[in-house]
């Protein structure tokens, strides 16, 4: 349940929820100070506790690392290869995918774990709703699909195999050039941030309909309509499910779009 949920089933007049139902300035000020813990918000807390779980997870798991894995070593061994399997070998190749199979996999977790904090209850926001997180990500994806691809082949061939379609006649260069350049170089880490922070943040707005709805109609007068908040938190239960498979997805989606633009720079025609 969100803090705007418990405020709300409670009866307080501070409706609808603001920017403060993403603090934890109410409890956290009392251990460091107020101006520090209005800096503390839920999705500081979710960074710092995705990028602890993870550490703890694998240094946990490769402790003591055997021939024959342990069930620890297992689960971190089928996270790592199933996307080195599946995205960065099928993609590049033997050779390439297994050079950056540890990013590509590095990038999956991160963002699963990250979108998962989109169901947990209490919490029930992911960083990835925020616009600057996708973006971040994106901006070091395209990155290195830039740094690849310039090492690859060199700046003048690489632009030449991005911005010029093999076989398009010459007179229409003119107008494919500048609207290939817009499309490869300049928006895809745009749309690539884009689709994950669109379908992460239109998940949660979902979530809050449904289940600040729910807390609304029950505190209505009327029977009938108290009746209905049933209905609207059964619908909450089955987005969430709902929300869990767009959470596995998307954490998908944008890693294997990260390896298909990382093959790209590597190929020798585009």
């Excluded at 101006?35 to 506790?49: P, R």
């Excluded at 947990?120 to 994806?141: R, Y």
């Excluded at 082949?153 to 050039?177: D, S």
């Amino acid at each position: 349940m969100t803090d705007s949920a418990i405020v709300l089933a409670e009866g307080d007049s501070h409706f609808p929820p603001g920017i403060h139902s993403f603090d934890f300035a109410d409890w956290f000020s009392g251990l460091t100070g107020t101006a520090l813990a209005h800096m503390f918000t839920t999705i500081t807390f979710v960074v710092w506790a995705t990028v602890a779980i993870l550490i703890a997870f694998f240094l946990w798991a490769y402790r003591k690392p055997q021939i024959v894995p342990t069930k620890k070593q297992w689960m971190a061994e089928s996270a790592y290869g199933f996307i080195r399997n599946t995205v960065a070998i099928d993609l590049m190749g033997k050779k390439d995918g297994v050079r950056f199979a540890p990013y590509l996999a590095t990038l999956f977790i991160f963002i699963l774990l990250m979108n998962f904090w989109a169901i947990v209850p209490g919490i029930q926001i992911s960083p990835m709703s925020h616009i600057a997180f996708p973006a971040m990500l994106a901006v070091l994806s395209w990155g290195i699909y830039m740094f690849v691809g310039i090492k690859q082949h060199g700046l003048g061939k690489f632009l030449k195999m991005t911005c010029v379609p093999p076989g398009a006649p010459a007179f229409i260069y003119p107008l494919l050039i500048p609207i290939e350049f817009l499309q490869n170089i300049i928006l895809r880490p745009v749309t690539l941030a884009l689709r994950l922070f669109a379908n992460m943040f239109a998940g949660h707005l979902i979530l809050l309909v449904f289940i600040l709805g729910g807390f609304e109609m029950l505190n209505s007068s009327n029977v009938f309509i108290q009746g209905l908040s049933v209905f609207s938190f059964a619908m909450g239960i089955g987005m969430t499910l709902f929300e869990l498979i767009v959470i596995l997805l998307q954490a998908y989606v944008f890693t294997l779009l990260t390896g298909m633009y990382i093959q790209g720079s590597l190929a020798d025609e585009h």
